[in-house]
């Protein structure tokens, strides 16, 4: 019974790591760490999973792997065995060999990495510096493209250019925690036992089954949180107190001003025009929108950009994740001028075209980066249109 194939090893393990084992897979999974027909196959399961994990080298050297060893054999907790002491010395003696002797240092902190996760809480007290964090999953769409992910519950995320989704292994088992850097368009599964929670800036978005948009760029001073059906409630990180939490009505889109580079509400309505009504929560950093333009929000996933009333320079911020390009401003004053329309599959120089032709702007492309700079002649023409 010792032997066991790769897939039996590589399922106990993952099992083992999210805490999902029965007693009697904990015994099996003994009997194959202690059988020495599986120490390849240990072996390579480890070590594949070491390019998933980057490394501190001065941290690896002061690995303790046999303290490492000794919580993966408490932690199994097995039961009393008939087998006589000698032959059961024997074997653990063989899994000590497997584990520490037989793996570098390196693969010793992939195990920490890959089962440290399942060590009691209560040793968490005495557990020294080098306890390491549980790992997590990222899904990433490069700029000028996005990505589409179904996770385990049967949620539906579309990424957007420029953003990152990162979540735990144990995603739909313990939690189901996401956490946003960018845009997405999320379409919930329904599961009122366990709510899904995305993380966005300072504030969490709880939903259990619905549909909704989160634009929360790094470089971007506010996070955006549209709701198209269902309901979600927002709330910052770590409020409690339910009368604090904000809960969206469909069609309507929650602002929220990052902490650390507070925005006037001047700047704010450049952006979202209807953000004039405050949240009836105990903050001055949310805003409500009580009627958002749900097709012009949603439109990047069907590869659209409807534009209204858009000036250059917030524009400019679309496209170079879009387009994968940096924009660089030789005049402020152009930065303000304003676009309307709706771009398709237009290429890039399309599109700066399309801009060329309705404002005082040229530009000049030289590979990913594109000049824009006012353009004398249209100037005036421009500022007589835009009086009327």
């Known amino acids: 019974m010792g032997l066991g194939s790769d897939t039996e090893i590589e399922i106990l393990l993952e099992k083992y790591f999210v805490k999902n084992c029965t007693k009697e897979e904990k015994q099996r999974l003994f009997e194959i760490l202690s059988s020495p027909e599986n120490e390849k196959s240990i072996k390579e399961i480890l070590y594949s999973h070491l390019d998933e994990y980057s490394f501190d080298s001065d941290i690896q050297q002061d690995i303790d792997s046999e303290r490492i060893y000794n919580q993966i054999m408490t932690d199994l907790q097995l039961p009393k065995t008939r087998e006589p002491e000698s032959l059961l010395l024997r074997r653990r003696t063989r899994m000590r060999q ?43 769409a490069p700029l000028g493209s996005k990505s589409e992910i179904k996770l385990a519950d049967g949620t539906i995320v579309i990424l957007n250019a420029g953003s990152l989704l990162k979540y735990k292994p144990d995603f739909n088992m313990n939690n189901r925690d996401l956490f946003l850097e960018g845009e997405a368009y999320f379409k919930v599964a329904k599961n009122t036992n366990l709510p899904l929670i995305v993380s966005a800036g300072n504030i969490n978005i709880k939903a259990t089954g619905t549909e909704f948009n989160v634009k929360a760029y790094n470089d971007e001073n506010i996070v955006e949180t549209t709701l198209v059906e269902g309901k979600v409630e927002i709330s910052q990180k770590g409020v409690t107190d339910e009368k604090r939490m904000l809960e969206l009505k469909p069609d309507q889109k929650a602002i929220y001003v990052r902490e650390s580079d507070k925005m006037t509400l001047g700047e704010i309505n450049e952006i979202e025009p209807l953000a004039v009504k405050p949240a009836k929560i105990a903050t001055e950093n949310l805003l409500v929108s009580p009627k958002a333009d749900i097709d012009q929000v949603i439109a990047w996933t069907q590869d659209k ?35 309307s329309g709706i771009l398709l599959d237009e290429t890039l120089e399309q599109v700066l075209n399309v801009i060329k032709l309705t404002a005082p702007v040229d530009y000049l492309l030289d590979g990913k980066i594109v000049l824009m700079i006012s353009n004398k002649e249209k100037i005036e023409k421009y500022s007589k249109h835009m009086k009327k």
Do not use: P, W
């Open 98 to 140: 497997i584990f520490i002797q037989g793996l570098s240092v390196a693969a010793v902190f992939c195990i920490a990495f890959f089962l440290g996760s399942i060590f009691n809480q209560s040793d968490n007290e005495n557990a020294d510096k080098h306890i390491i964090s549980t790992t997590f999953n990222e899904i990433k």
């Open 305 to 339: 950009m409807i534009i209204r009333g858009e000036n250059l320079e917030n524009l400019c911020v679309k496209l170079q994740r879009k387009y994968d390009v940096t924009f660089v401003f030789g005049n402020e004053d152009i930065k303000k001028c304003r676009f």
